[in-house]
């Protein structure tokens, strides 16, 4: 089974199946300076919802219990990883002891136009993040705008962006898992961080997630070798 062959079954399957948001769809070829995002959550969503990693589906994650709502557009970058790598970056900047959380790595996306529902992929430009740590473990936030966005389109730096958008999307992450009367929040953010850094995170996500999942299409064309010889 030669290269050709296997890129022509490769596109073949995703013609015919839906692709898993996670790893069947790409970041994008120009990623990360453009990224494509799939979005989970939008502002007006009374309901947490995040993708069922297994099947791809979205799923019912929790009712937001309290008044907390995202002030964006919230999802995570197709084929991104948060472990050892991101880990060790977290580590770094903060002298700190975490772990990757395992999860791909999430995105806020900023628009000037209302987007009113999730389930849908979105090409934006990373401008920023939060180096977010949840308990022990390395959570960052991108901070990106949408492409072609004609308020938010042009920002090239987390500076650009008014300093109210983001102490808003700050304070939702460090509360919205905190109840009423339950002491110190066990999330912190301890850097916001400009372009330059969120590049870094993405990368090493990327490096995660090939560690962990290696090359699909690599692996199909592994398979449909094995196949052949036997």
């Not at 799939?38 to 007006?44: G, L, N």
């Not at 700190?96 to 806020?108: A, E, F, T, Y």
């Not at 934006?124 to 949408?146: L, N, S, T, W, Y």
């Not at 958008?165 to 301890?190: A, C, M, W």
Request: some cysteine.
């Amino acid at each position: 089974m030669n290269l050709e062959s296997t890129e022509k079954i490769w596109k073949l399957l995703g013609l015919m199946l839906k692709s898993h948001p996670w790893h069947g769809v790409p970041i994008g070829k120009n990623a990360p300076e453009l990224l494509q995002a799939f979005v989970e959550i939008v502002p007006s969503d009374t309901i947490k919802y995040e993708i069922d990693k297994g099947t791809g589906f979205l799923k019912v994650d929790r009712p937001q219990k309290f008044s907390n709502v995202c002030p964006a557009l919230y999802g995570f970058l197709p084929q991104t990883y948060c472990d050892a790598h991101v880990a060790a970056y977290c580590n770094e900047k903060t002298g700190k002891n975490v772990v990757g959380d395992g999860d791909p790595l999430d995105i806020c996306i900023i628009s000037e136009r209302p987007i009113t529902h999730g389930n849908i992929l979105l090409q934006c430009i990373p401008v920023g993040g939060f180096r977010m740590i949840d308990g022990d473990e390395a959570d960052d936030k991108i901070i990106a705008v949408m492409k072609d966005d004609l308020v938010y389109g042009d920002c090239t730096s987390i500076k650009d962006i008014p300093a109210l958008v983001i102490d808003r999307l700050r304070h939702y992450f460090l509360t919205y898992k905190q109840l009423p009367n339950e002491g110190k929040s066990k999330s912190e953010i301890t850097h916001t961080y400009d372009r330059d850094e969120a590049l870094e995170v993405i990368k090493l996500s990327q490096k995660d997630y090939q560690a962990k999942f290696g090359d699909l299409k690599g692996l199909l064309a592994s398979l449909l070798r094995e196949e052949n010889e036997n």
